[in-house]
């Protein structure tokens, strides 16, 4: 089940973007004050740090990624999540696009 | 008076990705039904058809706009808006980049 919108946000205009456009993401605030954010990685092979823990929700398309201290690439598609911890970082690498919704904490 | 965000919406999470990722959005319904879309265009020379009219209100960065008829160039920065007239276009070109919300109608 992917998760197509998302209600009662607030939105910020400004986009967030990363590596010469190859990732673009608008942050929201829920209706709770949870933090969000939905975006996209274009083809690309790139290598994220995350600050707080983060999950990766796919919502379209799809991507290969690899976490800090893994030798393994797992795929990630629709619905698919996976979670990476705080103060750490994942590679990721896209083919097509990889569409998501990145969830804070 | 620029606008920083956008309140009560509801956010479709799969992004609109034009010109090979030169321009992502991500498109908005308001409380009221209302369509819009908050999105950037990175570094590029753009042309953009429209079905419905449109105002792009810029939010940050800036760029120069020339509507389909016109020879010229005008620059459009934060809190300014250009309109764009329905089944129309416009060029556009961005230099660092032009961060807008779109209202459609």
């Known amino acids: 089940m992917t ?3 998302i209600s009662g946000v607030t939105v910020a205009t400004q986009a967030n973007v990363y590596f010469d456009g190859k990732c673009v993401s608008h942050s929201l605030t ?3 004050g949870t933090k969000q ?3 996209v ?3 690309a092979e790139l290598t994220f740090k995350t600050g707080a ?3 990766m929700e796919c919502v379209a398309g799809g991507c290969e990624y690899r976490l800090a201290g893994s ?3 797992k795929r990630s598609g629709p619905g698919e999540r996976f979670s990476v911890a705080a103060n750490s970082s994942f590679d990721i690498r896209v083919s097509e696009a990889y569409h998501y919704i990145c969830h804070f904490g």
Request: avoid cysteine; aromatic fraction near 6%.
């Open 53 to 55: 823990a983060e999950i």
């Open 37 to 39: 954010s939905v975006g």
């Open 71 to 73: 030798t393994e690439w």
């Open 30 to 32: 829920l209706a709770d």
């Open 3 to 5: 998760t197509t919108q």
């Open 41 to 43: 990685v274009l083809p």
